[in-house]
């Protein structure tokens, strides 16, 4: 089975500063890569998502990805960060290859301090 | 406006009680699925459908039941064999049977068990 790590619980950034939320994926074969906003007490909503082609994502609201294969990472980036950003941000991959469930990560707290 | 809907936003149970979670969603979708939140697990799959009037258990089924007798929707029973019910319950849909295919999540129910 496939699963994702996300190494960081909470993030905390100052507005206008850069972040990157990380995560990792254990994976043998090919892999296509989600990530997810949830901002409080609301669903969530795709962010961005990696399936094949080019290794740099960019996904709403400003958000990118870059896959990395040599290092098993997905992780998450935005060049300057609003208050509005503030939510918790979730990365996942299907279950295995051709499965129709998918795994989340644990979420990472970004906090953006003004 | 097409979506998903979750119903209602907050629901108090006294132990002992069941209770039903309402999950409807117009998009036409074919898959819906049930997910429990708590603080630093991440998402955790409760049941899912693939089609009408068929389900499939997830990791965390036990102590719960669904019914899937119309497309729309997808009503999830907390039993009083749940035994730790208190969670945010986060209902889904795709469209499809394709690995790629987005999620799109509902806003939600808080259960507190009292």
């Known amino acids: 089975a496939q699963s994702v790590t996300q190494l960081d619980s909470q993030v905390p950034v100052f507005e206008e500063a850069p972040v990157e939320l990380r995560c990792n994926y254990s994976s043998s074969v090919s892999v296509y890569l989600f990530w997810y906003v949830q901002y409080p007490n609301q669903g969530l909503q795709l962010l961005l998502k990696y399936l094949s082609g080019s290794t740099l994502v960019k996904g709403i609201n400003g958000f990118e990805a870059e896959f990395n294969k040599s290092q098993t990472s997905f992780h998450l980036r935005k060049p300057s960060v609003h208050i509005s950003d503030t939510a918790e941000y979730f990365c996942?991959?299907?279950?295995?290859?051709?499965?129709?469930?998918?795994?989340f990560g644990t979420g990472t707290r970004l906090t953006v301090i003004p | 406006d097409g979506g998903i809907t979750q119903s209602p936003k907050y629901l108090f149970r006294k132990e002992g009680q069941n209770v039903t979670l309402s999950c409807e969603q117009n998009l036409n979708h074919d898959a819906m699925y049930w997910y429990r939140q708590d603080p630093g697990q991440g998402l955790r799959l409760i049941y899912y459908s693939q089609i009408v009037n068929d389900f499939q258990k997830g990791d965390i089924a036990e102590g719960y039941s669904v019914s899937r007798e119309k497309k729309e929707s997808f009503p999830l029973t907390v039993t009083s064999a749940q035994k730790n019910p208190t969670a945010f319950y986060l209902c889904?849909?795709?469209?499809?049977?394709?690995?790629?295919?987005?999620?799109?999540f509902g806003p939600g129910t808080r259960l507190t068990v009292l």
């Open positions: 889904a849909s795709r469209r499809g049977d394709t690995t790629t295919d987005t999620q799109y």
């Open positions: 996942a991959v299907p279950l295995q290859t051709g499965a129709n469930n998918l795994f």
